[in-house]
């Protein structure tokens, strides 16, 4: 694989929002995660020999399935006990979490504001275009959980609301 490539590739994931990528080909097998981790391994020649007795196979090995969202390394996990009842609002694209419509403008919500259904909560900017994220509920914002300016991922929570 060339620099040129390989530059290619993790172009490609970022502009995308991968988290990890893992590439296998007959020389190397490399393994790059969101973060900057990179992990290349060649892969050793084998020389033909006659393959063993045929070993059961797994009844489930699921190598394709996308790995379910998780909150990214430093997150505060919401705690239940602290907002029994609430309901938690992810972010449903990766991005940049915002919290005003522009730098100098107030923020859509505080902690302790009331809020309906589809009012909009913040923004996340991914790719360039700004994506209002609404309430999924009427009630009360108790805890916002991510800052503003931040970097989310798919499936994060961003705030917990306790219906009304």
């Given at each position: 694989?060339?620099?040129?490539?390989?530059?290619?590739?993790?172009?490609?994931?970022?502009?995308?929002?991968?988290?990890?990528?893992?590439?296998?080909?007959?020389?190397?097998?490399?393994?790059?995660?969101?973060?900057?981790?990179?992990?290349?391994?060649?892969?050793?020649?084998?020389?033909?020999?006659?393959?063993?007795?045929?070993?059961?196979?797994?009844?489930?090995?699921?190598?394709?399935?996308?790995a379910p969202p998780s909150a990214?390394?430093?997150?505060?996990?919401?705690?239940?006990?602290?907002?029994?009842?609430?309901?938690?609002?992810?972010?449903?694209?990766?991005g940049t979490f915002y919290r005003?419509?522009?730098?100098?403008?107030?923020?859509?919500?505080?902690?302790?504001?009331?809020?309906?259904?589809?009012?909009?909560?913040?923004?996340?900017?991914?790719?360039?275009?700004?994506?209002?994220?609404?309430?999924?509920?009427?009630?009360?914002?108790?805890?916002?959980?991510?800052?503003?300016?931040?970097?989310?991922?798919?499936?994060?929570?961003?705030?917990?609301?306790q219906p009304v």
């Open positions: 694989m060339t620099p040129k490539e390989l530059r290619q590739i993790l172009q490609a994931l970022v502009e995308h929002g991968v988290s990890e990528l893992t590439l296998e080909t007959p020389d190397y097998k490399l393994t790059v995660r969101r973060g900057g981790e990179v992990q290349m391994v060649a892969v050793p020649q084998v020389v033909a020999a006659p393959a063993p007795a045929a070993a059961p196979i797994p009844a489930a090995v699921p190598e394709l399935a996308p990214p390394k430093g997150a505060t996990p919401p705690e239940e006990d602290a907002c029994p009842g609430c309901v938690e609002v992810r972010a449903p694209i990766v005003a419509p522009a730098p100098d403008a107030p923020p859509y919500v505080q902690e302790g504001d009331r809020v309906e259904k589809g009012q909009v909560l913040c923004i996340i900017e991914a790719m360039k275009l700004m994506n209002e994220i609404e309430s999924e509920v009427s009630g009360i914002v108790r805890k916002i959980l991510v800052q503003n300016g931040e970097p989310v991922e798919y499936g994060q929570p961003l705030f917990l609301i």
